[in-house]
Every structure is written in structure tokens, then in C-alpha cells.
């Protein structure tokens, strides 16, 4: 049996499918991943350091201006648009088989196609908070903002995002282990997991079946029913709900 077809049986026999998503989710949408080779060559080219430096809490704090630049320029794609893998997984939960996705994108693209219970461990670009009075504010405001954006309070608006040295939101934590433990099926895509938290989590897994799509190889291979070295966009589009 095709490698499409294994995990199209095991599709139709979960009835409680949890899928947690990487960055190679958001690149087939032409979203690049920031943390790969060619993004820290890119970074070290222009502002001398580091994607992980550069999205940091200290950078936003030292060198607050510098930091939206890079942000708006590296992580925030407006343009980009969902990928059948996120269609899918939209129709998947509309379908009643899959309880939730957790993801450890920024960029809103599985809400743009229809998903519901979306669990966003590293937060979201389109949530955007005034660091003084709590005003809320969306994507357009950032993006039309020249150099720092600040509320109309004077204070600095800052993306509703995890940056490195800061904590992930333990109840998103909590809520995404809980579903993972209850899960029959885990389909993981687009991450190779050695990063926290994603290799923690797969650890509350108790299911029946572990799906890993990932182009390359992860150290949770030997655990899984089936691996799939592979465009996620490409294997979900054969797919039928
Ligand atoms: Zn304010």
C-alpha cells in the first residue's frame, strides 16, 4: 500500500485526530522559516545577528526599533495564503474527526481557512497589545506603523508573540498536552521536533497511531505507524475528506 493511501486508512479509522504543526506548515504557504540556514545567513548579513538574538525579549527591550524591522520584514508574510494542508485539517475538524491543532506558527493561517481550535504555543500575529493601557490592535495597525508602533496611550504596541527568552503560556501548554494525551491519533507535520516544546509534548501521546510528515528525518521515527518524508501541502491535497 502507497505511503497516501496507509494514511488515508488510518484517517478514516481515527475518530480523535490532534495535529501539531511546525514551520514547514507555513513555508509551502511562501512563508519562510527564519531559523533556517539561509534565514541566519540573511540575518548575519544585514543587522549582524542572529534570527534567535534578534527576536528576543532582550533585543525588543535594547533595541526596540531595530527589532520591528527585522520582525516586519522576517516574520510577517500578509500576502500569504493557506495550503491544502490547512484546508484539510480545517475540513478535518468540521468533519468531527480531528479535536484540535496546535501549531508553533505565528501567522493565522489555519483560522484563515476555518479552524476553530487552533492552540497557538508561540502566539500570533495578529494579536498585537499596548504594553501600558492593554489596548488591543490588529496586523494592518503594525504594518502601517513607521518605526515603532505606539498606541494612541504613547505606549509601545507589542506583537502577541513568544520571543525567545520568554515563557510559552502554560494554559496553552496544559490544553495542548491534554488533547495530545487524549488523542487516538497524532499526526505531526512539518517539524523535525528537536526544539521545545514540540519534543516534550509528544511525549503525553498514549494513542494508537503517530503520523510523521516531515521532509527530513526526527528523533521519533522508530515511535511511529508512518513516516512520510514530504511536503505536507502536497500529501494533504491527495487526501480525501
Ligand atoms: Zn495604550
Do not use: W
Amino acid at each position: 500500500m502507497s505511503k497516501i493511501n496507509q494514511l488515508q486508512e488510518i484517517i478514516d479509522n481515527s475518530k480523535s485526530i490532534v495535529f501539531f504543526g511546525g514551520a514547514g506548515v507555513s513555508t509551502e504557504s511562501g512563508i519562510p522559516d527564519f531559523r533556517s540556514e539561509n534565514g541566519i545567513f540573511q540575518s548575519l548579513k544585514k543587522y549582524g545577528d542572529t534570527p534567535e538574538n534578534l527576536v528576543s525579549h532582550s533585543y525588543y527591550l535594547d533595541h526596540t526599533e531595530e527589532f520591528f524591522q527585522y520582525y516586519k520584514e522576517n516574520l510577517i508574510f500578509k500576502d500569504a495564503k493557506p495550503n491544502p494542508a490547512h484546508t484539510a485539517l480545517a475540513e478535518l475538524e468540521k468533519a468531527g474527526k480531528l479535536k484540535a491543532i496546535i501549531t508553533q506558527n505565528i501567522d493565522g493561517l489555519h483560522q484563515k481557512v476555518g479552524s476553530k481550535n487552533v492552540l497557538e504555543l508561540h502566539g500570533s500575529i495578529h494579536r498585537n497589545t499596548c504594553q501600558i493601557c492593554g489596548k488591543k490592535y490588529n496586523l494592518d495597525y503594525i504594518l502601517e506603523s513607521d518605526g515603532i508602533p505606539k498606541c494612541e496611550c504613547g505606549g509601545i504596541i507589542k506583537p502577541d508573540v513568544v520571543l525567545y527568552e520568554e515563557p510559552l503560556n502554560n494554559g496553552i501548554l496544559n490544553f495542548s498536552a491534554d488533547y495530545i494525551s487524549q488523542a487516538d491519533t497524532l499526526i505531526v507535520g512539518g517539524t523535525s521536533l528537536v526544539v521545545y516544546p514540540a519534543a516534550g509534548l509528544i511525549n503525553y501521546f498514549n494513542g494508537e497511531t503517530l503520523v510523521l510528515i516531515n521532509k527530513s528525518k526526527t528523533p521519533y521515527d522508530n515511535l511511529a505507524t508512518l513516516i512520510i518524508n514530504d511536503a505536507i501541502g502536497e500529501i494533504f491535497a491527495q487526501i480525501k475528506i
